[in-house]
């Protein structure tokens, strides 16, 4: 049996846990929640690229993509900073979707899930 690995591990969550040649990374938010839906989508971004790398991989082994906006009116200012970032040829499985989320200053989610 493999073991479970859990990066940042907080009283309620962890950042990212590793399973079976798989890494399952929470829903990541912006630090800075004044930036607008194409800002905090590019911390994001840098946030998930930084865990990837901690888990020994990257953007081009992300199998899926589920993106949480809180206005479906700034989808497409979301996706100029994911279209900017995503390699061409190695797009994942993708949902979006608008939601209200856990507090009125965020803008953006986004949980991906990635082969080591």
Sequence with gaps: MS??????????????????????LAGQVADDHTLDAQGQTRQILATIDRLLAEAGTDKTRILR??????????????????DAWVPAGHTPARATIEAR????????????????
Excluded: C, H
Aim: hydrophobic share 55%.
């Design 65 to 82: 993509a589920q993106i949480f906006v809180a206005n479906i009116a700034e989808f497409a200012e979301m996706n100029k900073a994911w």
């Design 101 to 116: 989320l856990a507090t009125p200053d965020y803008k953006v989610e986004i949980v991906v899930t990635a082969a080591l």
């Design 3 to 24: 073991d479970i690995k859990r990066i940042n591990v907080g009283k309620r969550m962890s950042d990212m846990t590793i399973f079976n040649g798989i890494a399952y």
